[in-house]
């Protein structure tokens, strides 16, 4: 999806005219809360998370993913579930799911984002950023109720229904005090003055008429709403309370969540903290929720992770991380898998084995290079080793003995350097955010392209190395195309691409982006479209394109042009393009390759004799001596396998019930068939399978010598022509190889 036009011709929409966005893989959670719900039929609970514009729903029992949402148009703001649909809030809109991907239902009416939703029983509730509740009826789509609240008095924060309380709802505010309310009456039952700070999280306990509450200031109250009267009240040091979740098993547990991803555990029977999670999440703890009757804890939260742990009784192990101290380095593993070279900031570049892990060499006396090393690159027959520093040297070693071949200097300092290694082409971006493209055989700048605006963050070279993919941190994607030398597509993203790589059949891209979990796949266009890949105008400027969500997008631009392009006419192509072609059969090789080795397959079977009666292919050959026309008994042979081929021209033979003028017409319908240099690769098996057959009998007769003597030179021309054919493909293929140099 693109966000802006004004793109050049056939480019669609102003983005990208060869990639189109595909999906993203690696999402599994965000900052929003997951859903829990338990499927009576399958009787298995289903975690759901949301990520970005759709929702996944996994397996608790395995957390392997079982179904993605369609996408909706923007990122999912709220996200709550019943026993029958999920919903999700986009914006000012909510939405209901059926069989955790399709929207069944949509309640428009709200005017601002959406940030609670309770589904309650027929109905379902929604509050916005303006203060307003909205109960709708879920299938109607309905509005019934409407309350408004007035910020200043009452921002609701925090919204549940409190268990076996018919047709009420309680609600917390960033001002600390509570309202319960009859949604059915639409009257406010009763206001709980609160404990001075702003609520965060209700959550209804195990035991009737108890809520435990959640507030900014870490404390956790556990509170009878039926008396007014608080039970217990616990306090975390680590910020806001982020979610809270009850025991089901039998023990009484409360968990509750931190900003900072730890979580704490009280014992509510003996009124003490019982034990902390550390590091549970790297981010804030977006969830939590004992899983009903199991002592298993789901959470999740922004930095991309759904955990499920067994919860522990009393003895909670503390974790301890070790911090390890990494060298910058560029590392590039040879094409065998036996070694690996690694460069560090040092200058240094050693080589190692991948299996030992052995200490194989070191490149230079000391070190290879005076300043760090910024790329590494070993060619495909493990010959030479290309390093890059950033003094600005390109050296090339002998990988083996490890002595210095050449070395070149650079104008300005390279930055990144990656090698294809089929065609020995070598990109090498530098600090001012060019990119040089080196053949490796002659050493030389073949190529120099310019037009990114910030430091280029990653290169990919297409399969066959004809393209070159570049990503920057201006936020574009480039794409140059080296045997012309332009560039031919350039999208821009609002986040900028810090890697990309090109799937080994060229048919997916991908890319990883700035303060982003996910990697995303975009396929290429030209693959399964027409593309028109024109040259660029040096001030292009691409539009924004948004990142493909996780479910698999449609390419309807490409769909679009297709249906309305008139310029698009259906091709037929004729069976023979020239009459200088040589055309082959459609036939599998099977049909034809193997005839001459026939009588070696059948060397164990019994000979199955002269047929019976004369042929419908062998009435064609007598037919065509008076009419000239063998297209029909050719064609007859073209049906036939080999065996009923072998058969029907060893049947030919006087000797086999034939005759010499069906053998000669015969002769004359391969001579017709070379004419028009069709089925070219038929008339030559059927031809020598029946000079094999029938050697003896064409060198005894003379009249079908005399045939065999027109055939021979009508065969050597035209598989000179053919030759011919051959030697100015290959030249072609040659100089499209060699063409950048």
Known sequence: ?????????????????????????????????????????????????????????????????????????????????????????????????????????IYKGHNADIHLVLPFGDHVISVDGDNVLI??????????????????????????????????????????????????????????????????????????????????????????IKFDEMLMKFQQDWGPITAISFRTDGHAVMAAGSPIGHIGLWDLEDKKFLGQMRDAHSTAVSGISFVQGEPLLITNGSDNAIRVKIAPYSHFPQCMKDLIKVWDVAVDITSCGNFAVIGLTTGHVDIYNMQSGIHRGRYGKEKAHGGSIRGVAVDGLNQFTITAGSEGS???????????????????????????????????????????????????????????????????????????????????????????????????????????????????????????????????????????????????????VMLPGTCIAQDDDVLEEEEASDDIIEYDSPEQLGDALVTLSELPESRWKNLLNLDIIKSKLVNIGVLAQKSEFYMQLEEGLSSSNYTAPFNILKQMGPSTVDTELRSLSPDDGGSIKVMLSFLKMVQAILNTRRDFELAQAYLALFLKLHLKILSSEPTLLVEVSRLSPQLEEIWIHLQGLFNESLCILNYMKTALL
């Open 394 to 544: 390109i050296k090339f070693w002998k990988f083996k003995t490890r002595e210095l071949v050449h070395s070149s200097i650079l104008s300005i300092s390279p930055s990144k350097m990656l090698l294809h290694r089929d065609s020995g082409i070598l990109g090498i971006a530098t600090d001012d955010f060019d990119i040089n493209v080196l053949d490796i055989e002659t050493r030389r700048t073949v190529r120099k392209f310019s037009g990114h605006r910030g430091q280029i963050n990653d290169m990919a070279f297409s399969p066959d190395g004809r393209w070159l993919i570049t990503a920057s941190m201006d936020s574009t994607i480039r794409t140059w195309d080296l045997p012309s030398g332009c560039l031919v597509d350039c999208f821009l993203l609002d986040s900028a691409a810090v890697s990309i790589t090109m799937s080994p059949t060229g048919d997916f891209l991908a890319s990883s982006h700035v303060d982003d979990l996910g990697i995303y796949l975009w396929s290429n266009r030209s693959l399964y479209s027409l593309v028109s890949l024109r040259p660029l105008p040096a001030d292009y400027e691409p539009s924004i």
């Open 135 to 224: 109960i709708w009826d879920v299938q109607s789509e309905e509005e019934y109720l409407q309350l408004n609240f007035d910020k200043a008095v009452f921002t609701v924060s925090a919204i549940m229904h409190p268990s076996t309380y018919l047709n009420k709802i309680l609600l917390g505010s960033e001002q600390g005090n509570l309202q319960l309310w009859n949604v059915k009456t639409n009257k406010l039952l009763y206001t709980f003055p609160g404990w001075g700070t702003g609520v965060t999280v209700l959550e209804q306990a195990p035991a009737l008429d108890v809520v435990a509450v959640g507030l900014v200031s870490g404390h956790i109250i556990v509170h009878n």
């Open 1 to 105: 999806m693109s966000l802006a036009g004004g793109g050049p011709p056939g480019d669609p929409a102003g983005g990208s005219a060869l990639f189109s966005g595909f999906r993203a893989l690696g999402l599994y959670s965000n900052h929003l809360a997951h859903v829990l719900r338990y499927h009576r039929r399958h009787r298995e609970f289903y975690l759901v998370t949301a990520v970005g514009r759709s929702f996944h729903t996994y397996n608790v029992k395995k957390l392997g993913i079982v179904a993605v949402s369609n996408a909706l148009p923007q990122d999912i703001t709220c996200l709550a579930a019943d026993r029958m649909l999920v919903f999700a809030s986009c914006g000012s809109v909510l939405y209901a799911f059926a069989r955790n991907k399709e929207v069944v239902h």
